[in-house]
Each structure stands twice: as structure tokens, then as C-alpha cells.
């Protein structure tokens, strides 16, 4: 499979090279700085300023994942930080859909990211991506809903369209976990505001395990939850959390100081969302690391 992918230096995307060059896969990174190729690996420079998109038509896609996108969890919301990362996601994926759209053959499917964001937080609710709960809720819900919506012109082409609605994603390379350890491993660690809020989480290589699954299963289309079977409470997390790496969990810390600390980011840890991959699992997905208990098993081992 010849597969297209942007934001393929990322957390995410860096993993799914790293496992794709190991088939015999053909990976083309579109990359705003040139980098030499590598076995199975090509890079291709896009966006640049004052240069034409590049033109896709000498290469046979079969693929795309577009990943592209300012990183939620760097710097605080200011006005401008909240427009870059709005900014960055639409423009990338208004610039795919344009080099695609003129490909005489087009690539079969289109996974696209997106985030369980898409949902409202709420302590009840379980969202099951069968059905549809998206609303506009706050930025990360608008954010996402507008990602979505642009990354769905495609569908007018004929090409199979995937929401990838991330849960928070642990890894040891990126993501939040090596900030809650660093957290814990300082004594600092424990309830964030309530602790009652829900964390949808998923391993990193279950990430990368789903989307070779959905590339490979043509009925997936559409929001898909990449989430493990099993979220937890904040709290919850954090006491198994802290029991793994011996340290307490006692410190509370108010959503009054984290919002003084985070503005509206704390957001991301003081709201949550209960999200079920039902699809995933309808098609007979199975998680390496379906509980919490083997994730950081895995990750602290």
C-alpha cells in the first residue's frame, strides 16, 4: 500500500512510520522542511511560503492520513495560540484536499484526526461514536467540528472519509503521560479539581494497531473513537498512577489554581469525556492494552 501522510514527524505520526517501514508499505511524508529519503520512506516539501502545492500526480496513492495540526498540549490558549491551532488544521487539510482533488485516481480513503472533543464533557454520558452527540460546546469542540467538516468535501469524490476521534493517548515519547509522571515522580501528584471527570485514554501502539485495522476494514467510515474499552475517572487514574511509581495521591489541587495556572487549557484535565469505541469493536478490534492496569504496566515496565 502506497500511503500519503501529513503530520508524519508528530507523536502519532512518528510511530506509524516507524511500524509502516517495517512492510512493505511505500510511506510519502508531506514535510514543510526537507529531509532525505530512507528505505521505504519519501519526504515531500508542501506549504511552503510563496510556492506552489506539489503535485501529487506522478505517485500512486492508495491512502491518506492526514495527522497536521499545532499541538493542543504546547503553550497557554492565548487569543492568538487558540487561532494558530485552529489555523494550522484547516489550512493543512484545505491544502490535501486541493492536491488531492486533482489526482485523475484517487486514493481510497482519507484518515483524518480529529478528537472525542467533538463530544460534550459530561460525568454521565457515555458517547458512542454510532451515534451522533457533536456540539458545539467550547473552543475544542468548535476546533473539531470544523476539522471534520473540511476534511468531508472528500466524500463528494468517492473516497471513503475517517474521523480519528482521539482519547488522551499514553506514550513515553509525547503525549500527557510523561507529564503526569514527571508530576507524580515530584510528590506533586493527585485529584485535579473534582477527580470525577472521565479520562478516555488509549496506548499509543493500540493507536497505531487501529488505524492499520481501519485501513484494512472498508466498512469503517466515519467518527471512529479511538479509545480504550475502559476509561476511568481522573482520580482513579491518578491513584493507580501513583501506586505504580510509589508515590502518593493525595494532593488535591482546586480548578481554581489549575485555571489560574493553564487558563482555559485546564480544560483538557479538569473535563472529560466517557467515549466508547463501539466501532471498533463491532468489527472485532481487539486492544493489546484494553485496560488501564496494562497500559501502565507496559509504559513503567
Not at 150 to 168: C, D, K, P
Not at 194 to 202: A, F, N, T, V
Not at 228 to 251: C, E, G, I, N, T
Request: aromatic content about 10%; hydrophobic content about 40%.
Amino acid at each position: 500500500m502506497n500511503i500519503l501522510l501529513a503530520g508524519g514527524t508528530g507523536f502519532i505520526g512518528s510511530h506509524l512510520v516507524h511500524d509502516f517501514e517495517k512492510q512493505t508499505d511505500h510511506i510519502y511524508i508531506l514535510t514543510r522542511h526537507k529531509q532525505k529519503d530512507y528505505a521505504n520512506v519519501h519526504f515531500i516539501e508542501w506549504l511552503q511560503e510563496n510556492e506552489p502545492l506539489p503535485n501529487l500526480s506522478s505517485y500512486k496513492i492508495d491512502a491518506v492520513i492526514n495527522l497536521a495540526g499545532t499541538s493542543l498540549s504546547e503553550g497557554r490558549w492565548t487569543a492568538e495560540r487558540k487561532r494558530e491551532i485552529v489555523t494550522s488544521r484547516i489550512t493543512a487539510t484545505s491544502a490535501l484536499i486541493a492536491m488531492l482533488k486533482k489526482l485523475e485516481e484517487k486514493p481510497q480513503v482519507l484518515l483524518n484526526a480529529s478528537a472525542i472533543g467533538i463530544y460534550p464533557p459530561s460525568r454521565s454520558a457515555i458517547y458512542l461514536d454510532t451515534e451522533v452527540c457533536e456540539k458545539d460546546y467550547d473552543f475544542l469542540g468548535r476546533t473539531v467540528i470544523e476539522w471534520e467538516k473540511t476534511a468531508s468535501e472528500l466524500t463528494h469524490y468517492g473516497m471513503r472519509i475517517v474521523y480519528l476521534r482521539f482519547g488522551m493517548i499514553l506514550g513515553t515519547d509525547g503525549g500527557s503521560f510523561p507529564m503526569f509522571e514527571k508530576t507524580f515522580q515530584s510528590f506533586l501528584g493527585g485529584r485535579y479539581g473534582s477527580g470525577k471527570q472521565w479520562y478516555s485514554w488509549i496506548h499509543i501502539d493500540d493507536v497505531v494497531r487501529a488505524v492499520k485495522f481501519i485501513l484494512q476494514t472498508p466498512e469503517l467510515s466515519g467518527g471512529i473513537n479511538l479509545t480504550a474499552p475502559h476509561p476511568v475517572q481522573q482520580k482513579k487514574f491518578a491513584d493507580m498512577l501513583a501506586k505504580r511509581l510509589h508515590r502518593p495521591s493525595k494532593l488535591p489541587i482546586p480548578k481554581a489554581a489549575l485555571r489560574l495556572a493553564l487558563g482555559e487549557k485546564a480544560q483538557l484535565v479538569l473535563t472529560g469525556q466517557r467515549a466508547y469505541p463501539e466501532k471498533l469493536l463491532s468489527h472485532h478490534f481487539e486492544f493489546q492494552f484494553p485496560t488501564l492496569s496494562d497500559a501502565l504496566d507496559d509504559l513503567l515496565e
